[in-house]
Nanobody, 126 residues
Framework: QVQLVESGGGLVQAGGSVRLSCAASARTFSNYNIAWFRQAPGKEREFVAGIRWTTSTTRYADSVKGRFTISRDTGKNTVYLQMNSLKPEDTAVYYC???????????????????WGQGTQVTVSS
């Protein structure tokens, strides 16, 4: 069983930065992937970024490459999403998700993930 708790959302102006945190708890994170998804009103949940816990291999959606950075702190069992150069279209509820997969890179489909946090709202004003 994995529990995920997000924090760090809020209101920010376009061009600003926000860092989200995902505190994770499990007996072991070996072969786990942790990912960030987001869902805007009226839209499907979409993959933002993912990281493989053991190797720190990362994967990003094209829409956030060069602006967002995912990282993990093994000592704190926490995954971060640093979001820079934010745009109004980044406004969404951001979710942390986890799965156990023997893959080399994180998967992008929401259905691939077994555990989810409660979400945190990020609103970018223009």
């Amino acid at each position: 069983q994995v529990q995920l708790v997000e924090s760090g959302g809020g209101l920010v102006q376009a061009g600003g930065s926000v860092r989200l945190s995902c505190a994770a708890s499990a007996r072991t994170f070996s072969n786990y992937n942790i990912a960030w998804f987001r869902q805007a009103p009226g839209k499907e949940r979409e993959f933002v970024a993912g990281i493989r816990w053991t190797t720190s291999t990362t994967r990003y959606a094209d829409s956030v490459k060069g602006r967002f950075t995912i990282s993990r702190d093994t000592g704190k069992n926490t995954v971060y999403l640093q979001m820079n150069s934010l745009k109004p279209e980044d406004t969404a509820v951001y979710y942390c998700a986890a799965n156990y997969r023997l893959t080399t890179i994180p998967r992008v489909g929401a259905a691939e993930y077994d555990y989810w946090g409660q979400g945190t709202q990020v609103t970018v004003s223009s």
